[in-house]
């Protein structure tokens, strides 16, 4: 059996591989003491938490559902 993704699939699973790195992000930075990397790993959660915003907007126009 062969399997084929189209363009929302593949948007779609990397909506889901962006959410899950913001998630891993503000974990991460929870743990960390030092002012500076916390800081790092805050900045790095924002950044994929707008990327996972775009990812549903462009699902959303290309007709595709959450």
Request: aromatic fraction near 8%; proline fraction near 2%; hydrophobic fraction near 40%.
């Amino acid at each position: 059996m062969h399997s084929s993704m189209n363009d929302i699939d593949m948007l779609v699973d990397f909506e889901k591989d962006t959410r899950l790195a913001a998630v891993a992000y503000l974990s991460t930075a929870g743990e960390i003491r030092d002012p500076e990397l916390k800081d790092l790993f805050l900045d790095f959660s924002r950044t994929s938490m707008k990327m996972q915003d775009k990812c549903t907007e462009l699902i959303n126009m290309l007709g595709g559902e959450f």
